[in-house]
C-alpha cells in the first residue's frame, strides 16, 4: 500500500504490485516520498510499504490561482474540469446574513397596527427568538424550528392559537420585504417557516341547540327592536 499524505492532513492508501505503481501514484506532483521493499527469492525488489509526502501548495500557488479565477475564469474552468467556474463572474456574491433583531426593530419601527397589536406581535417574536436562540436569518435552521413547533404545540392547547402565534412570526419576517430588506434571504427563510404549522384541530363540538320559546323571544325582541 502506498499513503500519500498532501499538507500532512489527507492520508489516501494506494495498492501497489511494483515500483511501477509507486510512481505512477505519485504523477508528476512534488512529493517527498520514502520506500520500503524486500528482496525476494530470486533476487528481485518487492515494495512492501512507501509514504509519500506531498507539499502543500505555497501562497503564491493560491495567489496564482486568484488571479486566473479573476482574468482568465474559462481556462481554469477547462483545466480543471468545472464548467461553472467559466462564469464565476456572474455568481451571486454571499451576503451577511440578517439580523433577527433588525427585521423586529423594522417591523415596531414602520408598521401600521396598532400599539397593542404590535406588542403582542413583538412578545411572540421575541420569545421565538429565545427559544431558537437565533441571532440571524441563518441560525434558523429546519431544526430549531421544529423543536420551536413541538414546543408550542405542547404548551399552547387552542389549535388556532397556535396558528396565530406562528402567523404573527411569518407576518414580521414578511414585513421587512416591504422595507427594502434582502428579499432573496427573507424569501428563504419565509420557504423554511413553513415548518411551522398548527396541528389539527380534533376538538368535537357539541353544540346546544336554544330552546324552541327561548328563540321566538329573541326573534320578537328584535323585530321590536329594529326600526
Known sequence: MVERKLGGTISLQ?????????LKALEDKSAEMTLRVIQQSDGSLKPQSANINH??????????????????PKFVAEMVGI??????????MPKQSLKLSAI?????????????????????????????TAKTLADLTTE???????????????????????????????????????????DSCLSLLSVLKAPKDERILQPSPINRNDFHAILKASIVLTP
Open 55 to 72: 507539499i502543500a501548495p505555497t501562497n503564491a500557488f493560491w495567489n496564482t490561482l486568484r488571479e486566473l479565477l479573476i482574468e482568465r
Open 104 to 132: 423586529l426593530e423594522s417591523y415596531q419601527k414602520h408598521n401600521h397596527s396598532g400599539k397593542g397589536t404590535k406588542q403582542q406581535a413583538s412578545n411572540i417574536f421575541n420569545d421565538f427568538l429565545e427559544h431558537t
Open 83 to 92: 464548467p461553472q467556474l467559466a462564469s464565476l463572474a456572474d455568481f451571486p
Open 14 to 22: 494506494y495498492p501497489i504490485s511494483s515500483v511501477e505503481g509507486v
Open 144 to 186: 430549531k424550528l421544529i423543536a420551536y413547533r413541538v414546543h408550542i404545540h405542547a404548551t399552547v392547547n387552542s389549535p388556532s392559537t397556535v396558528g396565530a402565534y406562528f402567523g404573527r412570526i411569518k407576518n414580521i419576517i414578511r414585513f421587512a420585504k416591504s422595507e427594502g430588506l434582502d428579499n432573496q434571504q427573507l
